[in-house]
């Protein structure tokens, strides 16, 4: 049906359908950022789960590492900042940005500013990168690009969201009349960096496979490096976006248990979200000629620099 809605779109999508992109990539991005933050707000917010959830977030393996405990939590700043309020902020935060998001308010700010913040978990991560630690340390020994990767992928798809804008039924259109995409827009700039944002995911969980807390979708470490590459080519996207679709499905699927509660549920795949919204998009449109191997040794300027107009 998504496919029916955007139709055959091979290099230039006009208005309508990429207001339609942008909507689909817009609902999962912000759910990403609706159930994180409220899974984090409702605990923040608990008597019973404050402590652990403080405690997961300043251990020595948790996002808010020793650099940034003694920038936030001392000194002057620490006089006022406790790390539960700072908890507290930040799942608001969430919260409410990804309640925008999936509105269409104000897409095109959040966009760039969760485009870079995304890159902050890559650099708040801690990570064991020398020998000679002691061996019950908890902590991260892969490289923190790799155990991030999904974030990074996040990244990029916000910076497809950032150009093609707010998109159908968003508050941006309906309040200021503003945050539709161009009359014409060329996908090849935009279909390349949405492939590589989820071919990366998939490429760093095939070929680091069974590294610590490196994210495989299914134990098919040669699946995912064949799905990656495929995407990564710009050749059978569809074929490969499909195939993504339901491996993050299915990852998706195995994630659930009877025993714990929705939000836990929704928790445990937020992010797998927005790649089911991205897969589904590289499935309807595709993922344009900019970059394809067989379009460089064809034509290399029109594969570097987009078509030509005529």
Same mark, same amino acid.
């Given at each position: 049906?998504?496919?029916?809605?955007? !139709?055959?779109?091979?290099?230039?999508? %006009?208005?309508?359908?990429?207001?339609?992109?942008?909507?689909?990539?817009?609902?999962?991005?912000?759910?990403?950022?609706?159930?994180?933050?409220?899974?984090?707000?409702?605990?923040?917010?608990?008597?019973?789960?404050?402590?652990?959830?403080?405690?997961?977030?300043?251990?020595?393996?948790?996002?808010? #590492?020793?650099?940034?405990?003694?920038?936030?939590?001392?000194?002057?700043?620490?006089?006022?900042?406790?790390?539960?309020?700072?908890?507290?902020?930040?799942?608001?935060? %969430?919260?409410?940005?990804?309640?925008?998001?999936?509105?269409?308010?104000?897409?095109?700010?959040?966009?760039?500013?969760?485009?870079?913040?995304?890159?902050?978990?890559?650099?708040?991560?801690?990570?064991?990168?020398?020998?000679?630690?002691?061996?019950?340390?908890?902590?991260?020994?892969?490289?923190?690009?790799?155990?991030?990767?999904?974030?990074?992928?996040?990244?990029?798809?916000?910076?497809?969201?950032?150009?093609?804008?707010?998109?159908?039924?968003?508050?941006?259109?309906?309040?200021?009349?503003?945050?539709?995409?161009?009359?014409?827009? #060329?996908?090849?700039?935009?279909?390349?960096?949405?492939?590589?944002?989820?071919?990366?995911?998939?490429?760093?969980?095939?070929?680091?496979?069974?590294?610590?807390?490196?994210?495989?979708?299914?134990?098919?470490?040669?699946?995912?490096?064949?799905?990656?590459?495929?995407?990564?080519?710009? &050749?059978?996207?569809?074929?490969? @976006?499909?195939?993504?679709?339901?491996?993050?499905?299915?990852?998706?699927?195995?994630?659930? &248990?009877?025993?714990?509660?929705?939000?836990?549920?929704? #928790?445990?795949?937020?992010?797998?979200?927005?790649?089911?919204?991205?897969?589904?998009?590289?499935?309807?449109? !595709?993922?344009? #000629?900019?970059?394809?191997?067989?379009?460089?040794?064809?034509?290399?300027? %029109? @594969?570097?620099?987009?078509?030509?107009?005529?």
């Amino acid at each position: 049906m998504f496919s029916k809605i955007l !139709g055959d779109v091979p290099s230039d999508v %006009e208005s309508a359908r990429a207001d339609m992109i942008a909507l689909v990539l817009r609902l999962g991005l912000g759910s990403v950022f609706v159930i994180g933050g409220w899974w984090k707000l409702s605990r923040a917010l608990s008597v019973d789960h404050a402590d652990a959830l403080v405690g997961r977030y300043i251990a020595s393996d948790g996002y808010i #590492n020793t650099f940034f405990q003694d920038y936030l939590f001392t000194g002057d700043v620490g006089d006022v900042l406790t790390p539960l309020g700072f908890l507290m902020l930040l799942s608001a935060f %969430e919260l409410i940005s990804g309640l925008a998001l999936m509105a269409g308010l104000f897409v095109r700010a959040l966009s760039f500013s969760y485009a870079f913040l995304m890159w902050s978990f890559v650099v708040a991560l801690p990570v064991v990168t020398a020998s000679g630690y002691p061996g019950d340390l908890t902590s991260h020994f892969s490289p923190a690009l790799l155990v991030q990767i999904r974030d990074v992928g996040l990244s990029g798809m916000f910076l497809v969201l950032l150009h093609l804008g707010s998109g159908s039924g968003s508050l941006d259109g309906k309040l200021f009349a503003r945050g539709n995409a161009r009359p014409q827009v #060329n996908w090849d700039n935009y279909g390349l960096l949405l492939r590589l944002s989820v071919a990366a995911v998939f490429l760093v969980g095939g070929f680091f496979a069974g590294y610590g807390h490196i994210k495989s979708f299914v134990p098919i470490p040669i699946l995912l490096v064949l799905v990656g590459g495929l995407l990564a080519s710009g &050749h059978l996207v569809r074929p490969a @976006a499909f195939a993504a679709f339901l491996i993050v499905a299915w990852y998706c699927f195995g994630k659930f &248990h009877l025993d714990v509660t929705v939000w836990n549920n929704l #928790n445990a795949v937020k992010r797998e979200l927005a790649y089911l919204a991205a897969t589904a998009v590289l499935f309807a449109v !595709g993922g344009g #000629n900019a970059f394809r191997p067989s379009v460089l040794v064809r034509a290399p300027q %029109e @594969a570097l620099l987009g078509p030509k107009n005529t």
